[in-house]
């Protein structure tokens, strides 16, 4: 063994804890880097890669209500010219049909096939689980029931149509391109043959449907091209309604609330990462400092610095190596536990598969960072003389300021000797000022999480006007239905909510929110810049659709519906993660210019009058009230919406997943609190480790000691506690804002709670100095008489 | 005349890679109030070990220490520390004032563990410090800013603070030069003049007439004591009596 390895292994020997609290603190960086890489690189591409696999296309148009003149050969004249390939159907759609879904319901259209689903050429069903002991009346959901809707085979699943109800055995689920997600207002069903053949006989003259899978020729746009369709679709038939999505915009609505989430996780963990390079940085440095006397002899035998350097690096670098390869095998089995909870969002199966940048990135990213930081702190080495190395490193007297004077001072004695360790340790004061902010600023972002999306869900994140329910009449009755609804008592805020599809030069399509009177809105932060539309000239639209075209407020912009064009001016800028973010919103009047919105079904969005704070309560309440809406106007009420429902099932899907995070978060805080802790005391404690004996001798006891040292560091974290609890709760929503904009979410105002705030600040203090206390235990080794004889 | 300390078959055995070695054997021992007793023997002979040992600063192996009536050797280490910070003094060779505390603290970090009284305390140390010669100028000084000598008369001062019954001082003067060290020795013989009991380990001889009882230590025993009575400068009969008995012990 050549001299350099022998100092080496000497190094792994005599520097155990050292050893053990550096390669804890890379093996947490490497799991966490990997887990977020993971999830950013294998778990949310699997939704693509599962598109392509199921023939998904580049995208889907679906044709119902009325799908007379629609024949194979119209559809084949409308789609040859902008189409490689597609693929037509047809099956049973039913729109708005409320669904209980994990704990409410979702109200979304349902797309019944029969068993043909599992062999069609493109955006082919495929089984993923399944009871064949079920041989009748039974029915495939997609897969987001299961993970996320609290299904299981042998559930019955049940759908009403005009007072019917039809009961299925629920015997599987599948992937499915299209409609596996509630975040993409559709979910596809599967029901056997016979069962199908029933329901197709009572319903498909109401219900039949369309579905049109397509794959793009090369320069197609899929948004001029769905434009273009929908608008060559009316054409064939006014009165067909048709929908479509591109295959980005289902990929991005079955992630984007979880790469919320993710990117939380990430910004979260890179703060970690920070908090534990300054640490790796410091032990380095330290451990340089703590064995100058031995580096010193080292050189005073004929060692060269470089020698020494070298088994410095090859030191640490052993440690890097095997914690971040331990660290990345832990990223991969732990994975499957994140990845269990966001593809309970995603309706996706997903199995972890190796990813080799995922696994290089983290790997790579603490060797080196090792590597480099070992190199400059080592640099001291090659500099020190030895003469100066064995008087470890003292060249001249320290002349420092005495603070606290102990004769001067009022406070008791361990509080002053604390004080004084206090002064004394600066750089230490600092790191766990900042690894403490850190950790404490992590953990505020886990508990926005927590709160905006699973303790008091910010509704206004997933839709963009919040109420409690909402009525759709047909034209005949609207004013009639109208005045039912100002004239309860139980209800109120009544507004006029119409939600269409405009278009902005044929280009791209924008979900309209067009309002009678826009100050009736709830949802006061939707325009983040600029102001609400006044005028029937005016329109406000999404912040990131205005980024992506260059739209500032004060232009104009065209806006299209059926033949009809207006130039608007825009006046705001609203955000929104729904859409892709393609939103915009304007009054009645302005919507006149472009369609007769007298001949459009009444919207009536309303709230409770008496709100209550248990959800179940409202959600009765919201049923009574649009059952007798129902019982009323029978017929003439063509949908309803119970929004607390609704959010309930919505919802769920994020609840796991932030609690998650939340836990995460603060339980990684307390391991990397504690291992810095561990690392700075135990270099504390070396250091001071003459003077511990000496106060010994004096008659101090070790209790006194630890208690002494404990404190010392109390003023550093109690003062990152506050300023970082102040900051995090005034930064935490400008900071997420950053990352959340390529959702849509230009201006976040998500709600922090302070005593929440307060909780994690007080909290980890008081966990800080149980560490803190426990880390000094070691005092009690330190015995006068050795360390009088040592010297 | 009254004893401070009693030892009975005190005995002391380090374990090295299970080879045993026993530094103090069976020692019965008593040190008296007032006296400057003077611990002396070879390197290695246990005089350090049997100074810690009845100091409750090391635990002997065997047999008992009595500390005033207490014995020692069956409280734990807390139990000792609050023993000795009201009951004993110590001042070492290599002095051990902390570093990063001034001249003053360095007094009051010890005082502070008996003194309620703040204002008293700090009046006593200011007394103390004068009394060892250390210059006002030099009180808020660091350690490392003042010289060997003074350093070691603020290690006397400190040893003092607490109104110990016994100063245990463990070659004070070792690592200083002779003028310093005989102004440290003048330090401490006065303090004993004035009734403060003294316990020193030296293996200077010059250091050694300061005191009024020698006992000479050999292979862990009590091989010998020298009685020689008050200290008296330039007493040349005294220094005789304590070089025959030194020369008697195979010195």
Request: proline residues 2%; contains cysteine; charged residues 20%.
């Amino acid at each position: 063994m050549n001299k350099t390895l022998l100092l080496t292994k000497s190094n792994l020997r005599k520097n155990r804890g050292t050893s053990v609290g550096l390669f804890l603190l890379m093996l947490i960086t490497t799991c966490l880097i990997g887990i977020a890489l993971l999830i950013f690189m294998d778990c949310y591409p699997s939704v693509s890669r599962e598109a392509v696999r199921l023939n998904g296309g580049d995208g889907y148009l679906s044709i119902s209500g009325n799908i007379e003149g629609f024949t194979d050969e119209k559809i084949k004249e409308l789609l040859e010219e902008d189409t490689d390939r597609y693929y037509t159907y047809h099956d049973l759609k039913l729109s708005n049909h409320p669904v209980k879904f994990g704990n409410g319901e979702v109200v979304i259209s349902l797309d019944i096939s029969d068993d043909s689903a599992f062999t069609r050429p493109m955006n082919t069903f495929e089984v993923i689980t399944e009871d064949t002991s079920i041989t009748e009346n039974y029915i495939y959901l997609p897969y987001q029931f299961n993970t996320a809707g609290g299904f299981n085979t042998g559930d019955v699943f049940e759908i009403e149509n005009s007072g019917k109800k039809y009961s299925y055995t629920v015997r599987g689920f599948t992937n499915v391109v299209y409609g596996g997600c509630n975040n993409t207002a559709l979910f596809a069903l599967v029901v056997d043959n016979g069962s199908y053949k029933e329901l197709w006989d009572e319903t498909h003259e109401e219900y039949e449907n369309i579905n049109i899978i397509y794959d793009l020729k090369d320069g197609v746009k899929n948004g001029e091209f769905r434009i273009r369709s929908f608008n060559e679709l009316l054409k064939v038939n006014p009165f067909a309604v048709t929908e479509g999505y591109d295959i980005d915009g289902v990929i991005s609505n079955r992630t984007f609330i979880g790469l919320i989430i993710a990117v939380s996780f990430l910004v979260a963990t890179s703060l970690i990462i920070a908090a534990v390079a300054m640490m790796l940085a410091n032990s380095i440095s330290n451990y340089i400092k703590e064995n100058m006397k031995t580096l010193g002899a080292l050189k005073a035998i004929g060692y060269t610095g470089k020698d020494i350097k070298a088994s410095l690096v090859i030191w640490f670098l052993i440690i890097a190596a095997l914690a971040s390869i331990i660290g990345i095998v832990l990223s991969y089995i732990v994975m499957p536990v994140f990845a269990s909870i966001i593809i309970g969002q995603m309706g996706v199966p997903y199995s972890i598969t190796f990813n080799l940048l995922a696994t290089l990135i983290p790997v790579g990213f603490v060797v080196l960072f090792t590597l480099l930081v070992t190199v400059i702190c080592a640099n001291k080495v090659s500099k020190i003389q030895p003469i100066v190395a064995l008087r470890e490193g003292v060249e001249s007297h320290n002349f420092r300021k005495n603070h606290v004077a102990l004769s001067k001072s009022s406070l008791s004695v361990n509080a002053s000797l604390a004080m004084k360790t206090f002064f004394g340790n600066m750089k230490q004061n600092v790191i766990t000022f900042f690894v403490l902010g850190f950790m404490v600023f992590c953990c505020v972002i886990s508990l926005l999480l927590y709160e905006n999306f699973s303790r008091h869900p910010k509704l206004d994140i997933l839709a963009t006007e919040i109420c409690a329910g909402v009525v759709t009449s047909d034209q005949e009755t609207r004013e009639e239905v109208l005045e039912y609804l100002e004239n309860r008592s139980d209800i109120k805020n009544i507004r006029e909510i119409i939600n269409m599809n405009v278009y902005y030069d044929d280009q791209e399509s924008l979900f309209c929110y067009i309002v009678k009177d826009l100050s009736k809105m709830n949802n006061t932060t939707l325009c983040y810049k600029g102001r609400l539309p006044e005028y029937d000239n005016e329109i406000a639209v999404s912040g990131s659709f205005a980024r992506a075209y260059g739209f500032e407020i004060g232009d104009e912009i065209k806006i299209d519906y059926g033949d009809n064009a207006f130039n608007y001016l825009i006046t705001g800028f609203i955000q929104t993660a729904n859409n892709q973010g393609r939103e915009a919103i304007f009054s009645y009047k302005a919507a006149d210019h472009i369609m007769d919105i007298d001949s459009i079904p009444g919207w009536y969005w309303f709230d409770l009058t008496n709100e209550s704070e248990d959800v179940d309560e409202n959600i009765d309440e919201v049923n009574r009230i649009l059952e007798e809406c129902e019982d009323k106007y029978g017929i003439h009420i063509v949908s309803t919406m119970n929004f607390y429902k609704m959010i309930g099932g919505a919802m769920t899907t994020f609840q796991g997943i932030s609690l998650m995070m939340l836990v995460v978060m603060c339980s990684i805080s307390v391991v990397v609190i504690a291992l810095i802790l561990f690392l700075l005391i135990k270099s504390l404690v070396y250091h001071k480790r003459k003077d511990y004996g000496i106060y010994k001798a004096l008659g101090y006891t070790s209790g006194s000691l630890m208690l002494q040292t404990a404190m010392s560091f109390m003023p550093s974290v109690i003062a990152s506690a506050i300023v970082f609890s102040v900051v995090s709760y005034n930064v935490a929503n400008p900071y997420i804002s950053l990352f959340m904009r390529s959702f849509g979410l230009m201006k976040c105002d998500f709600a922090i709670p302070v005593p929440g705030v307060v909780a994690i600040g007080a909290g980890l203090t008081v966990v800080s100095f149980f560490l803190a206390l426990l880390q000094t235990r070691r005092i009690r080794k330190i015995e006068a008489y050795n360390m009088l004889v040592a010297e | 005349m009254k004893n401070i300390i009693e030892t009975k078959k005190l005995c002391k055995t380090f374990s090295n890679g299970g080879i045993q070695q026993h530094v103090l054997k069976n020692i019965d021992l008593e040190i008296y109030e007032g006296d400057f007793t003077i611990i002396m023997g070879a390197s290695g002979a246990g005089k350090s070990t049997l100074l810690y040992s009845l100091s409750g600063m090391d635990k002997p192996t065997l047999g008992s220490v009595s500390f005033d009536g207490t014995e020692i050797t069956k409280m734990n280490t807390d139990e000792l520390a609050v023993f000795r910070r009201s009951h004993c003094g110590f001042v070492f060779q290599q002095v051990y004032l902390v570093d990063s505390m001034s001249v003053m603290d360095n007094i009051m970090a010890a005082g502070l563990l008996v003194y309620k009284d703040k204002g008293t305390l700090v009046k006593k140390a200011g007394d103390l410090l004068k009394a060892v010669n250390i210059d006002e100028t030099l009180w808020n000084k660091f350690p490392t800013q003042i010289s060997g000598g003074e350093a070691q008369r603020v290690g006397i001062a400190r040893s003092l603070i607490n109104d110990p019954k016994l100063v245990f001082a463990d070659e004070p003067t070792g690592a200083l030069n002779s003028q310093t060290g005989k102004a440290v020795l003048d330090t401490l013989t006065s303090f004993n003049e004035k009734g403060q009991s003294i316990v020193m380990v030296t293996h200077d001889i010059s250091s050694a007439r300061r005191g009024n009882r020698i006992l000479y230590v050999k292979d862990g025993e009590i091989a010998g004591e020298c009685n020689l009575g008050k200290y008296v400068t330039g007493d040349k009969e005294r220094h005789q009596k304590l070089n025959d008995f030194l020369a008697t012990m195979g010195w």
